[in-house]
């Protein structure tokens, strides 16, 4: 490095960081020079060179890391020290400044000490050239004596200093090595006899420290003895030689000289080696010049050609990019125009034979005509499922996040499938542990998807034995929460070589499966998409000829209410439960069930506990009995337990296939699956409650669905003649009056034309579509652009509702349209227009908008699944309960009761997102909200909203699934 003060060129475009660098750089005696651009820097580097370059990343047109590449290529420049400067303070960062060539990194934030040391330590690195001159620095060496007697100490000192030495005496051995460490010294002498750390010790120390500190240092060893083993000892601990301290003063003075020149003679041969290996790298760095001008033509060459592929391979990727995304454009307009071609048939099919089927028709032809509509509905589900995976594909599916009880989303799910069990004469068994019992945020719609697929495929597969459907929540760090499902069953089993497509589409176990048992082979597909948009996972294990388990796992959000795990009761604590159930799947979950709630538990087989019984061995407090053993033993054995047990309550188990109750001697009849709370009712007395007698209420008929809105003119604009034909004879046979568009102009003119009550609107029609008819009727103005306009559309993707709403329409029904869901939400639209005075001012427009909204997808999936006594049970229930809490609600309101209203918005939460009723549960989390700030203005204003929205909610539901 020259003696000059270094020069250093600074690459920045901020004029103030240059000059603040400039400042730093003054104040260590340093010059600079700026350029604004790596441009400028490339022209001046054609010049005298710096001593250093500072670069900036961020530069105008040519960043600092290509700059720094065109530095490092050229033969003049890449030997030059370069810092990269930079705005981020990142381990990335760092990493982009290195990886382009820089020496060092320091972010612009550093303090403004760092920059000067990492210049200084990079100047310190270039090689030395004056070999001459640091050769003749060590001819004035520099020696330490460690002795712990200072009279010796500095009789020793005067001799070596009078050699013209600069001598260090030190009287302890920690000391020398502290110095060493940090000091050079051309050679240190030890005393052999020394307290704390001893000769012998001390030379083993110092030689390490040499070692590591690569110097050269001699080591010599003094002593008052001729010990041949203490000098044998010195010199193996590292010491080069040694003097007594008996010798003559002289031969003392000679022996360090001798050791100095040869400190001084190594160190002389080092420079004169290192001269020649400078000549030698001159002369090849001569070659190597000659070598770097014919390369670097074939550098350039082959950098212009890599340039050119760069290029090449950056257009292929964009045109292979435009061509993707063109492909899933094309895809999701293909699964609109698949769906809409598809539906509008089947609206004409489905829509004519149930219009077919309000005839008088013979038994024959009846049947006949029910055999076409549970056809086209089957082809409806088969579309639907087609659809339902190239939505989950195309990621066209919106999770929802609501608070839900996790034990009776599978309760409810157990209950729609157990008729379909009892059908196939197999058993189904809910087994929820205690950690399942409570409340947690997630997508239940989903959820319950996924859970009634895997139950079908089980019953599916199982000719005898059951299926039983196992549940957990397991709580981990954090209070995260897991969902842990098992669908296990006693049926064919799975080849091994079968499971691991089995989650692909269109793929079951073997090709006569199909054949034997139906199904398209997307279920499990779909149910492998939608786990994984829950963040959860899916599997199966599975033995043939013995069963599969299905599990799958999901990630579940705590609620805000902390989980209470359910207790034993008091009043059934220490009574004894005699389970006369046969040896299966029912028995162990039911005894589990029973031990929770307090009970003892005693299982036997029939034989052996009546004779116990008889024997006056055992006297239970409740006998649980199945069916099948009464059917098998007899009625009688019913008698015969009650004329041994008179006070003892006898619980009868039955499959839920509608059969009567049990002989007279049974206090109360159980269906299965077994659930909690019916279970607790029996043993303290009463009837299950979900399958407690009620009457069921006939499905409404066209004319009861018309009288709300008998005589109302409406406006169809359709331009398929089926379609056309189909909703006409709908609506006129519900006493409404029709006038028909064949597009979207001519409803414009007709509604410019008269007044109407209401507008159907298909959406894609020729000339003007649905849309365009839409915004040009709102443009309108007054009554006649405010009219209700209802959208029906066959188009079933993802995203057409909003879209549809953004045009203006108010609501929307797809197609194939159900007769009474379609006449349902005539006849709401047409009352709420009739009393548009006070819902008005109650009613915000999107919750009105959106106050009648079913996931109809999953409510027409239970009713096909479901049988129906079962179901309109539980319909029932629901109906009658909702009813029963909007009316505490109002009378809450009215009281402005706190707590009651957020116990009844809460259930009406959970029980109104298990029947799909989504605009109930957003009006209820948002009166939770607004509870929870104490802000009762709006609690009392949503209050409204929901006593207004929730009936016609419930009438559509009604309707929707009995249709």
């Given at each position: 490095m020259s003696t000059e003060a270094p020069h250093l060129l600074i690459v920045e475009d901020s004029?103030?960081?240059?000059?603040?660098?400039?400042?730093?750089?003054?104040?260590?005696?340093?010059?600079?020079?700026?350029?604004?651009?790596?441009?400028?820097?490339?022209?001046?580097?054609?010049?005298?060179?710096?001593?250093?370059?500072?670069?900036?990343?961020?530069?105008?047109?040519?960043s600092g890391d290509e700059f720094i590449r065109r530095v490092r290529l050229n033969v003049r420049t890449r030997q030059l020290p370069i810092i990269m400067l930079t705005d981020e303070v990142t381990a990335e960062a760092e990493f982009r400044g290195i990886e382009s060539g820089a020496d060092a990194y320091v972010p612009k934030s550093a303090d403004s000490d760092l920059l000067p040391a990492r210049i200084n330590a990079l100047l310190k690195r270039r090689p030395r050239?004056?070999?001459?001159?640091?050769?003749?620095?060590?001819?004035?060496?520099?020696?330490?004596?460690?002795?712990?007697?200072?009279?010796?100490?500095?009789?020793?000192?005067?001799?070596?200093?009078?050699?013209?030495?600069?001598?260090?005496?030190l009287l302890s051995g920690k000391d020398a090595l502290e110095r060493a460490e940090t000091e050079s010294f051309d050679c240190i002498i030890v005393d052999l006899n020394m307290p704390e750390i001893d000769g012998v010790e001390l030379c083993g120390r110092l030689d390490g420290v040499r070692r590591r500190r690569e110097e050269l240092f001699q080591i010599v060893m003094l002593t008052a003895s001729d010990s041949k083993t203490d000098l044998m000892r010195g010199l193996e601990a590292g010491a080069d030689d040694y003097v007594t301290k008996a010798n003559d003063i002289e031969i003392i003075k000679a022996r360090i000289r001798a050791l100095l020149r040869r400190k001084l003679l190594h160190e002389?041969?080092?420079?004169?080696?290192?001269?020649?290996?400078?000549?030698?790298?001159?002369?090849?760095?001569?070659?190597?010049?000659?070598?770097?001008?014919?390369?670097?033509?074939?550098l350039a060459d082959a950098l212009e050609k890599t340039n050119r592929e760069l290029t090449q391979a950056q257009v292929e990727l964009t045109r292979a990019k435009d061509q993707a995304e063109a492909a899933n454009r094309a895809k999701s307009e293909f699964l609109a125009n698949m769906s809409h071609e598809l539906r509008t048939p089947m609206n004409g099919i489905i829509g004519m034979n149930t219009l077919l089927l309000t005839t008088a028709l013979t038994p024959e032809q009846r049947h006949s005509a029910e055999l076409v509509g549970s056809s086209a509905k089957l082809l409806l589900s088969l579309l639907n499922d087609i659809l339902d995976i190239s939505k989950l594909e195309a990621n066209q599916v919106t999770l929802e996040h609501i608070e839900f009880d996790v034990a009776k989303l599978f309760e409810e799910t157990a209950l729609l499938m157990a008729p379909k069990a009892a059908e196939h004469g197999i058993e189904l068994v809910l087994d929820i542990d205690p950690s399942a019992r409570r409340t947690a945020v997630s997508d239940p719609t989903r959820i319950r998807q996924v859970v009634l697929n895997l139950i079908g495929n089980a019953i599916k597969f199982t000719a005898k034995g059951g299926v039983t459907v196992s549940v957990a929540v397991h709580e981990g760090a954090g209070g995260v929460l897991t969902l842990d499902t098992q669908v296990?069953?006693?049926?064919?089993?799975?080849?091994?070589?079968?499971?691991?497509?089995l989650f692909e589409k269109f793929v079951q176990a073997d090709s006569s499966v199909s054949r034997r048992f139906g199904g398209t082979g997307l279920g499990l597909a779909i149910c492998r998409e939608t786990v994984g948009l829950l963040g959860g996972r899916i599997g199966v294990e599975s033995t043939v000829g013995a069963g599969s388990t299905f599990w799958f796992t999901i990630a579940l959000t705590a609620a805000e209410e902390a989980a209470v795990h359910p207790a034993p009761l008091p009043d059934l604590a220490g009574k004894l439960a005699l389970l006369l159930v046969p040896e299966g799947i029912v028995r162990a979950p039911l005894a589990r069930e029973l031990s929770r709630l307090g009970l003892r538990v005693r299982v036997e087989e029939t034989d052996d506990g009546m004779a116990e019984i008889a024997a006056g061995l055992l006297s239970p407090d409740i006998v649980l009995l199945?069916?099948?053993?009464?059917?098998?033993?007899?009625a009688g054995v019913a008698q015969r337990?009650?004329?041994?047990?008179?006070?003892?309550?006898?619980?009868?188990?039955r499959s839920m296939t509608g059969v009567a109750a049990g002989p007279a001697a049974i206090n109360a009849t159980l269906d299965k699956p077994v659930l909690r709370q019916d279970l607790i009712a029996v043993l303290r007395g009463g009837q299950p409650v979900t399958v407690a007698e009620k009457p069921v209420p006939a499905p409404p008929t066209g004319a009861v669905v018309a009288l709300a809105g008998e005589g109302a003119r409406i406006l169809l604009a359709e331009d398929n003649y089926v379609n056309q034909q189909v909703a006409l004879h709908m609506l006129t046979g519900a006493g409404h009056r029709v006038d028909i568009a064949n597009h979207g102009g001519e409803a414009v003119a007709a509604l410019e034309a008269r007044d109407y009550d209401l507008v159907l609107m298909d959406v894609q029609m020729p000339v003007v579509d649905g849309l365009e008819a839409t915004r040009r009727i709102r443009a309108l103005g007054g009554p006649r652009g405010g009219i209700p306009i209802i959208a029906m559309t066959a188009n079933a993707m993802t995203g057409v509702e909003a879209e549809y709403r953004a045009a203006g329409m108010d609501d929307y029904i797809s197609k194939p349209v159900e007769y009474q869901e379609f006449l349902a939400k005539v006849r709401a639209w047409l009352d709420r227009r009739r009393a548009a005075g006070?819902?008005?001012?109650?009613?915000?427009?999107?919750?009105?908008?959106?106050?009648?909204?079913?996931?109809?997808?999953?409510?027409?999936?239970?009713?096909?699944?479901?049988?129906?006594?079962?179901?309109?049970?539980?319909l029932g229930q629901f109906l009658d309960n909702s009813r029963a809490r909007l009316d505490r609600i109002g009378k809450a309101l009215e009281a402005m009761d706190k707590a009651a209203l957020g116990r009844d918005v809460h259930d009406m939460i959970s029980t109104s997102g298990g029947f799909g009723c989504k605009a109930l549960v957003r009006?209820?989390?948002?009166?939770?909200?607004?509870?929870?700030?104490?802000?009762?203005?709006?609690?009392?204003?949503?209050?409204?909203?929901?006593?207004?929205?929730?009936p016609a909610t419930w009438d559509r539901l009604a309707v929707a699934i009995r249709a």
């Open positions: 004029p103030t960081q240059a000059l603040q660098m400039e400042i730093t750089l003054a104040a260590q005696g340093w010059t600079a020079e700026v350029c604004a651009t790596a441009e400028d820097a490339l022209e001046k580097l054609n010049g005298a060179l710096p001593d250093a370059l500072l670069v900036d990343y961020h530069l105008p047109r040519m050239a004056d070999f001459h001159a640091s050769a003749q620095a060590l001819r004035q060496c520099r020696l330490m004596i460690v002795d712990d007697s200072p009279t010796f100490l500095e009789f020793l000192r005067g001799i070596l200093e009078e050699e013209g030495h600069d001598v260090v005496p002389e041969n080092l420079r004169i080696s290192m001269e020649f290996r400078a000549k030698e790298r001159e002369l090849e760095r001569a070659h190597e010049d000659k070598r770097l001008v014919e390369a670097r033509a074939a296990i069953d006693t049926g064919i089993g799975i080849p091994p070589d079968a499971v691991n497509r199945d069916l099948g053993v009464v059917a098998e033993a007899g337990l009650r004329g041994m047990l008179p006070r003892a309550r006898l619980i009868m188990l006070a819902a008005a001012a109650l009613a915000e427009p999107a919750v009105t908008v959106e106050a009648s909204d079913l996931d109809l997808t999953t409510v027409r999936q239970l009713r096909e699944m479901m049988g129906a006594a079962a179901f309109e049970r539980l009006l209820g989390r948002d009166m939770e909200q607004a509870l929870r700030e104490g802000d009762m203005e709006t609690v009392a204003r949503l209050g409204a909203q929901l006593r207004s929205v929730a």
